[in-house]
């Protein structure tokens, strides 16, 4: 079964860090482009960042630039997203997602990050 | 960056078709035949329902289908049903490996 699972997720203050996973089974992860997509409470999806099969390119929505960090390792068919610098607009659950060729699938069931004092 | 615009809600009874309309600009939508489409259950992850524009995925019923004209994609239910109640969102290839979703539209079965 095709599977992603992210972990993380949580109340941070504004300022601080968080490290997200995202772990694969299923299919061929290292043959997958990989994206990080999220929500923000009741509104729409926003692509984040995605990260190239081998990691060696990674490109963000301009809105994290700086603070976010996607990264990838195949041997333990994982993604990671490092957010630095959290800010309260930052809040969203956040989604992992195959970015196949130029679309999005399979998604995980998210993960809950709440920026706040 | 900008989100593509959709229409916040559509309705329409059991049987009938209805179009979701994603308006882009010649920068994402007008230039790349790369619309995606997902359907978002409440409280669900999102699920793809149409790739490249009008493709669909292995198990997505047929009465889903999907079209672009210019700056505008289109999502097509025809034969709604109950079940399809739910936030559709489209996303738009926008260059340089970037994506840009649209602003979503709710979609009530009456």
């Known amino acids: 079964e095709v599977q992603l699972v992210e972990s993380g997720g949580g109340l941070v203050q504004p300022g601080g860090s968080l490290r997200l996973s995202c772990a694969a089974s299923g299919f061929t992860f290292s043959s997958y482009w990989m994206s990080w997509v999220r929500q923000a409470p009741g509104k729409g999806l926003e692509w984040v960042a995605n990260?190239?099969?081998?990691?060696?390119?990674?490109y963000y929505v301009d809105s994290v630039k700086g603070r976010f960090t996607i990264s990838k390792d195949n041997a333990k068919n994982s993604l990671y997203l490092q957010m630095n610098s959290l800010r309260a607009e930052d809040t969203a659950v956040y989604y992992c997602a195959g970015n196949v060729w130029n679309w999005f699938d399979p998604w995980g069931q998210g993960t809950p990050v709440t920026v706040a004092s | 960056q900008s989100a593509l615009t959709q229409p916040a809600s559509v309705s329409g009874s059991p049987g009938q078709s209805i179009t979701i309309s994603c308006t882009g600009t010649?920068?994402?939508?007008?230039?790349?035949?790369?619309v995606s489409w997902y359907q978002q259950l409440p409280g669900k992850a999102p699920k793809l329902m149409i790739y490249e524009g009008s493709k669909r995925p292995s198990g997505v019923s047929n009465r889903f289908s999907g079209s672009k004209s210019g700056n505008t994609a289109s999502l097509t239910i025809s034969g709604l049903q109950a079940e399809d109640e739910a936030d559709y969102y489209c996303?738009?290839?926008?260059?340089?490996?970037?994506?840009?979703f649209g602003t979503g539209t709710k979609v009530t079965v009456l």
């Open positions: 996303c738009s290839y926008a260059g340089s490996n970037t994506y840009v």
């Open positions: 990260i190239k099969q081998d990691g060696s390119e990674k």
């Open positions: 010649s920068s994402d939508v007008g230039t790349y035949n790369l």
